[in-house]
Each structure stands twice: as structure tokens, then as C-alpha cells.
Nanobody
Framework: QVRLVESGGGSVQAGGSLRLSCAASGTTVRDYYMAWFRQAPGKQRGGVATIYAGSGGTYYADSVKGRFTISRDNAKNTVDLQMSTLEPEDTAMYYC??????????????????WGQGTQVTVSS
């Protein structure tokens, strides 16, 4: 059974940093397309960043390019999201996802088979 558990969320002031971590069990992060999504109240869940299975190629939403970095630790079986220069607009519940439905683009929730429960990130101005 695949399980994804996020950690590292919290409250921070604008301009600050947080590092989110997604611990996977029942699967190997190296073998899946892994991603971070976020969802703010009243908004749709949107892709933040992804790291590709195997090659480890990465892609980011335009709104976070240059500020967020996704990485994978195969030994620990985790996927992290380093977030810097945080803005109030980054406030959301952040979710880790794993999947292989490559007929979807990376930022489409339908690409992913498994989801974590989420971790809250709150950025105050």
C-alpha cells in the first residue's frame, strides 16, 4: 500500500523560507513522477513543481520559478520542496503526489495515483 506523508509546513513571514518533505512508503520515489500541489481556500488544486521518474528532470509553475526547488533523495525515499522568498500568495495547503499517468501534463491532478494528506503553509505580510 502506497502512503505519502508530508511534513514541514508552518507559519512564516513574507520573505522567509520553509522546507517541505514527503516521505513515501510502499513505493520508491525514483520510479514515480512525484509532484507538489497546493490548494488555497476557494481555489483549485494546482501543480507547484514536479520531478520526473528516473531522469529526475524538474518543472515548476511560473509563479514559483526561481524561488522553489524540488529534490529527491532516493536513499531516504523522500521528495522535498525548498521554498524561499515566500509571499502571502503562497499560503495554501500543500500536497505531495505520486503517479505515472503520462497522458496528463505534469500539473494535472489526474496524472497522479496517490496523494498525501497535506501540510499547511501560511505566509503573513
Amino acid at each position: 500500500q502506497v502512503r505519502l506523508v508530508e511534513s514541514g509546513g508552518g507559519s512564516v513571514q513574507a520573505g522567509g523560507s520553509l522546507r517541505l518533505s514527503c516521505a513515501a512508503s510502499g513505493t520508491t520515489v525514483r520510479d514515480y513522477y512525484m509532484a507538489w500541489f497546493r490548494q488555497a481556500p476557494g481555489k483549485q488544486r494546482g501543480g507547484v513543481a514536479t520531478i520526473y521518474a528516473g531522469s529526475g528532470g524538474t518543472y515548476y509553475a511560473d509563479s514559483v520559478k526561481g524561488r522553489f526547488t524540488i529534490s529527491r533523495d532516493n536513499a531516504k525515499n523522500t521528495v522535498d520542496l525548498q521554498m524561499s522568498t515566500l509571499e502571502p500568495e503562497d499560503t495554501a495547503m500543500y500536497y505531495c503526489a505520486a503517479g505515472w499517468r503520462t497522458n496528463y501534463i505534469w500539473s494535472a491532478p489526474g496524472r497522479y495515483n496517490y496523494w498525501g494528506q497535506g501540510t499547511q503553509v501560511t505566509v503573513s505580510s
